[in-house]
C-alpha cells in the first residue's frame, strides 16, 4: 500500500492510494453499498470513474449468520477496492452490536476486505466529557487489541479517532492513535453535526484531530457525503469520505446538488447534465419513484458527489482552492459560518498552501483576506525592505502588474528605482503597502482583484499603508496622489507626517515629467 501526494492546496491534497485491489484518487468518496440490496452495477462505478467502495463487515457478517465467509468482492461484485465499516455506527444506532472487536477483525480478514476498520466506539454527539473520555480510551484498548490479532498486513487498517466534540478529547484520541501504526487515520461521530450544520464544531473537530495525526497518512472523515461540504472537508486534509447518503436521500426524493439539497417535487426542470438527468425531467423522476426511489435518482445523486470531487481537485491543480470555498459559501448562512471559521485557521492552512502557483489567484473582497497568500505577503512586509533611506516615494499601484511597470507610473518608478536616498512603496487596494522590493514576487502581480472597495476598506487599506511608510522611518514622504484611495492615503499620511515633510503630488493633474521634476527637487532641497 501507498499514498502518494501529487498536489496541495491549503491543508487539501491529490493523492492516490493503492491497495491490494487497485490504486483510487483522492479525495474520494466511499459510496456505502448495501450488502443484501445491489442497486447500481459495476458498469455505472466504472463510468463515474468510482474505484472504491464501502460495506459494513457487520451487516454482512449477520445477513450471512451460519453461512461460510465469502470474498467481499464477489458478494458484492465489484472487483475494485472494497473498504469495510465494523459496525460502529450500528453501537452508536442501538448500543450494542453482539460481537467482538477481535471477531469483527478476524471477519474483515477472511473477507478479504481491501481497507478494514477496527471496531471503535463512537463518542456521538450528546455524549458529556465523561462518557467522551471514556469511548477515547476504550477505542485505544480495542485498537491494541485489534493490532495484536491482525494477521494481514495486505489490508489497510484504519484507526479512529473519537472524541465527539469535545476538543480536548478528540486531540488526546488522535495523539494515542498517532502512536500506533495505522495505515489511515479516521475522524468519527461528524454526523450529527453535519445534520445540525453545526459546522463550526466540526471544522474545530478537523483541526483538533489533524493537528496530532502524522500528515503523510490519509484522513478519513466517517459518514460524510454530502457534496455541498466536501470542498469544506477537503481544504481542512480531509483525503476520504464515506456515505449512504446518496442512497437514503433519494428514497426521500431528495436531489443532491453542490449547493445544497432540493426536493424533486420543488423542481421544474434540471440544470444538471449528468446521464441520469441530461433528457430526463423531475416529474418523470418522481412518476417512477418506487420503494427504493428512482434509480437515476440515486445515479444523479453519486455523479453529484463525484463531478464535485473532480472539480475540488481541479481547484487544487490550479491553486484556486480558496476560491472555491469563498464560491461555495455564499450558497447558504451556514456555510459562510464554516468558511468564517475555517479562515480562522488560516495560519494552519498557510503552512501547507505552495509558495508559488501554476496560476494567479482572485482577490474578492474582504472574505479574501485571510488567504493564505495574503497572510504571507504581510509576514514577509516588514522584512522586506533592508535599507532604510530618507525619502519614500508612495506611489499608485493599480492599473498594470507588476505596479513599477505600469505605463501611467513606470517612468517616475524608474526614475527614482537606484536612487540611494529613496525607497518606492505603492498603495494596492489588494495588498494595502507593496514595497518595490515584493511588487514581483508571487502573486503580488498575478493577482485579479477589484478596482473599487467601499469607504470602510478603503480607509483601513490606507492606514496599513500609513503604517508601513511610518515603520522606514523616512525623513521625507513623497505621494503621488490618484483616485479616491489616494486621497485615503494622504488623509492616513498627513495625521503621521508633519505638512513639511509630507509632499503630495496629484497624479491626476501632473504629467509623469511633472512629477519627476517636483519630487528630484523636493529631494534636492532635503538633502
Ligand atoms: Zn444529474
Known amino acids: 500500500m501507498s499514498f502518494q501526494v501529487h498536489g496541495k492546496d491549503l491543508l487539501g491534497r491529490i493523492g492516490t492510494i493503492k491497495t491490494k485491489s487497485g490504486a483510487f484518487a483522492t479525495p474520494h468518496m466511499f459510496p456505502v453499498l448495501d450488502p443484501h440490496h ?3 452495477g459495476r458498469e455505472f462505478f466504472d463510468r463515474v470513474g468510482i474505484h472504491a467502495v464501502m460495506t459494513n463487515a457487520y451487516l454482512l457478517k449477520r445477513g450471512l449468520q451460519g453461512l461460510d465467509p465469502v ?46 476498520v477496527i471496531l471503535d466506539i463512537p463518542t456521538g454527539f450528546r455524549s458529556d466529557a465523561l462518557r ?62 453535519m445534520e445540525t450544520q453545526r459546522y463550526d464544531v466540526l471544522v474545530d473537530m478537523i483541526v483538533a484531530a489533524k493537528k496530532a495525526l502524522p500528515t503523510g497518512k ?31 436521500y433519494a428514497r426521500a426524493g431528495r436531489y443532491l446538488t453542490s449547493e445544497g439539497t432540493q426536493l424533486l417535487g420543488d423542481m421544474v426542470e434540471f440544470a444538471c447534465a449528468c446521464p441520469a438527468c441530461v433528457d430526463a425531467s423531475p416529474e418523470e423522476f418522481m412518476k417512477s419513484q418506487g420503494e427504493e426511489g428512482d434509480t437515476r435518482l440515486v445515479q444523479h445523486n453519486l455523479w453529484a458527489c463525484f463531478s464535485e470531487l473532480r472539480r475540488i481537485r481541479e481547484a487544487i491543480r490550479k491553486g484556486r482552492l480558496w476560491e472555491l470555498l469563498e464560491l461555495r459559501s455564499h450558497a447558504h448562512p451556514a456555510l459562510k459560518e464554516c468558511f468564517d471559521r475555517i479562515s480562522q485557521y488560516s495560519e494552519s492552512l498557510e503552512r501547507s498552501t505552495p509558495a508559488v502557483k501554476p496560476h494567479g489567484i482572485f482577490y474578492l473582497g474582504s472574505s479574501s483576506d485571510n488567504r493564505p497568500e495574503k497572510l504571507r505577503f504581510v509576514s514577509k512586509l516588514s522584512g522586506s525592505v533592508e535599507e532604510k533611506r530618507k525619502f519614500v516615494l508612495v ?38 503597502p507593496v514595497p518595490i522590493e515584493l511588487d514581483e514576487t508571487f502573486p503580488i502581480a498575478q493577482t485579479e482583484g477589484p478596482d473599487t472597495v467601499g469607504p470602510v476598506v478603503l480607509r483601513e487599506r ?43 503630488l496629484n497624479g491626476e493633474s501632473l504629467k509623469p515629467d511633472a512629477i519627476i521634476k517636483s519630487a528630484s527637487r523636493k529631494l534636492v532641497r532635503n538633502a
Open 38 to 40: 445491489r442497486v447500481l
Open 71 to 116: 470474498d467481499v468482492h464477489r458478494t458484492l461484485d465489484y472487483p475494485g477496492s472494497v473498504a469495510t465499516d465494523s459496525g460502529a455506527y450500528q453501537i452508536l444506532e442501538y448500543g450494542h452490536v453482539g460481537v467482538t472487536a477481535e471477531e469483527i477483525v478476524g471477519y474483515q480478514e477472511k473477507i478479504n476486505t481491501d481497507i478494514g
Open 218 to 248: 490519509p484522513f478519513h472523515l466517517f459518514g460524510a457525503g454530502h457534496p455541498v461540504l466536501f470542498p469544506f472537508l477537503v481544504a481542512l486534509g480531509c483525503d476520504l469520505f464515506d456515505s449512504a447518503a446518496y442512497a437514503l
Open 462 to 504: 490606507a492606514k496599513t499603508v500609513s503604517e508601513f511608510v511610518q515603520s522606514l522611518q523616512p525623513r521625507g514622504v513623497i505621494l503621488v496622489s490618484d483616485g479616491p484611495f489616494g486621497r485615503a492615503v494622504k488623509t492616513e499620511l498627513s495625521k503621521t507626517f508633519a505638512k513639511r515633510s509630507l509632499t503630495v
Open 132 to 193: 467522551a473520555r471514556w469511548t477515547v480510551d476504550e477505542t485505544v484498548r480495542r485498537a491494541d487489541r485489534a493490532l495484536e490479532v491482525i494477521t494481514r498486513k495486505d489490508i489497510l487498517w484504519v484507526g479512529p479517532v473519537q472524541g465527539g466534540v469535545h476538543l480536548e478529547e478528540v486531540e488526546r484520541s488522535a495523539r494515542e492513535m498517532a502512536k500506533r501504526d495505522f495505515a489511515i487515520y479516521a475522524l468519527g461521530s461528524p454526523t450529527e453535526l
Open 395 to 432: 506611489l499608485p499601484g493599480r492599473w498594470r502588474r507588476p505596479y513599477h511597470e505600469d505605463p501611467r507610473y513606470e517612468s517616475v518608478a524608474k526614475a527614482f528605482d537606484d536612487n540611494p536616498k529613496v525607497s518606492i512603496c505603492f498603495y494596492s487596494l489588494i495588498w494595502g
